[in-house]
C-alpha cells in the first residue's frame, strides 16, 4: 500500500469514526438507549456523571484493548495499540455530538424515537466508512475478531454473543448502580441492535466501489466502462 492511499484510508476512518460518534450522540439525545457496545459506557456516565459519555467510552473501549491483549497474548499485534488515539478521537467526537444536539427538543416521544432512528443511521454509515477504510478496527469489533479466532468460531455469531453481553452487562450495572431500576438501556438499544448491521451493509454496497477507487487512484468498473 502506498503511503498517499495509507494516508487516505486513515483520513476516511477517521471521518467514519467521526460519524459513528455523532450517530451515538443523536441515538443518546433521545434517552432511550444506545447501541449495545456504548450501553455499558452509558449506564456507567448516568451512575457516574462527573465523567462525560465520551470519557466512559475512551475507558471502556480500552478495557476492551486490553481484552484483545489477554485473549491473543503472542499473536496481538502491538500496531493494533492505534486503537487507542482512535478510541479517544470517538470519545471527543461523541462529546462534540453531545454538545451539538444539547439543545434539542426530545420531549415528545415521537421526537425521541426519530432520534434512535436518525443516530441508527448515522452510526451505520460512519461504520461503513470505518469497513471501506480498511485499516484499525474499532476495539468493540477487534475484541470480537480476537475472540472468534481464539475459539475458532465465526464472526457474526461471536458478535451476537458479545452485543447481547454488552446489554447484559448494563442491565445488570443499571440494576446494581439503581435499586433495580433499568435505566440507560430501552427499545432504542434493541432498533441499533437490529437495525445498525442493515444501515453498514446498504451504504457499504453503495460507497464501497466509487470509495476504493478514490482511495486507490484507480478508476472503479462502473466509471471505465461508461
Request: charged share 15%.
Given at each position: 500500500m502506498?503511503?498517499?492511499e495509507?494516508?487516505?484510508?486513515?483520513?476516511l476512518?477517521?471521518?467514519?469514526?467521526f460519524?459513528s460518534?455523532?450517530?451515538?450522540?443523536?441515538?443518546?439525545?433521545g434517552?432511550?438507549?444506545v447501541s449495545?457496545?456504548?450501553s455499558?459506557?452509558?449506564?456507567v456516565?448516568?451512575?457516574?456523571p462527573?465523567?462525560?459519555l465520551?470519557?466512559w467510552?475512551?475507558l471502556?473501549?480500552c478495557?476492551?484493548?486490553?481484552?484483545q491483549?489477554?485473549v491473543?497474548?503472542r499473536?496481538?499485534q502491538?500496531?493494533?495499540?492505534l486503537?487507542v488515539?482512535?478510541?479517544?478521537?470517538f470519545?471527543?467526537f461523541?462529546?462534540?455530538?453531545?454538545?451539538?444536539?444539547?439543545?434539542v427538543?426530545?420531549?415528545?416521544?415521537?421526537?425521541?424515537?426519530?432520534?434512535v432512528?436518525?443516530g441508527?443511521?448515522v452510526?451505520?454509515?460512519g461504520?461503513s466508512?470505518?469497513v471501506?477504510?480498511?485499516?484499525?478496527m474499532n476495539?468493540?469489533?477487534?475484541?470480537?475478531?480476537?475472540?472468534?479466532?481464539?475459539?475458532?468460531?465465526?464472526?457474526?455469531?461471536v458478535k451476537?454473543?458479545?452485543?447481547?453481553?454488552?446489554?447484559?452487562l448494563?442491565?445488570?450495572?443499571?440494576l446494581?448502580?439503581?435499586d433495580?431500576?433499568?435505566?440507560?438501556?430501552r427499545?432504542g438499544?434493541?432498533i441499533?441492535?437490529?437495525?445498525?448491521?442493515?444501515?453498514?451493509?446498504f451504504?457499504?454496497?453503495?460507497?464501497?466501489?466509487p470509495?476504493?477507487?478514490?482511495?486507490t487512484?484507480?478508476p472503479?468498473k462502473?466509471?471505465?466502462v461508461s
Amino acid at each position: 500500500m502506498q503511503q498517499q492511499e495509507r494516508i487516505k484510508r486513515y483520513l476516511l476512518c477517521i471521518t467514519g469514526l467521526f460519524f459513528s460518534a455523532l450517530g451515538v450522540a443523536i441515538t443518546k439525545t433521545g434517552e432511550l438507549g444506545v447501541s449495545p457496545i456504548s450501553s455499558v459506557a452509558n449506564v456507567v456516565s448516568l451512575y457516574v456523571p462527573s465523567l462525560s459519555l465520551g470519557s466512559w467510552l475512551i475507558l471502556w473501549n480500552c478495557v476492551l484493548i486490553a481484552g484483545q491483549i489477554v485473549v491473543l497474548r503472542r499473536r496481538f499485534q502491538w500496531v493494533q495499540l492505534l486503537q487507542v488515539p482512535l478510541s479517544v478521537l470517538f470519545g471527543w467526537f461523541t462529546d462534540f455530538g453531545m454538545w451539538l444536539f444539547s439543545r434539542v427538543p426530545a420531549d415528545a416521544y415521537p421526537v425521541r424515537l426519530l432520534l434512535v432512528v436518525c443516530g441508527t443511521v448515522v452510526l451505520g454509515f460512519g461504520i461503513s466508512l470505518a469497513v471501506i477504510a480498511d485499516v484499525i478496527m474499532n476495539s468493540g469489533e477487534a475484541f470480537v475478531k480476537a475472540v472468534s479466532d481464539t475459539v475458532h468460531a465465526e464472526f457474526g455469531r461471536v458478535k451476537i454473543g458479545f452485543d447481547i453481553s454488552c446489554v447484559a452487562l448494563a442491565l445488570v450495572l443499571s440494576l446494581f448502580f439503581f435499586d433495580f431500576t433499568i435505566v440507560g438501556t430501552r427499545e432504542g438499544t434493541l432498533i441499533a441492535a437490529l437495525c445498525t448491521g442493515f444501515v453498514v451493509t446498504f451504504f457499504s454496497h453503495r460507497l464501497r466501489a466509487p470509495l476504493t477507487a478514490r482511495l486507490t487512484g484507480r478508476p472503479d468498473k462502473e466509471e471505465s466502462v461508461s
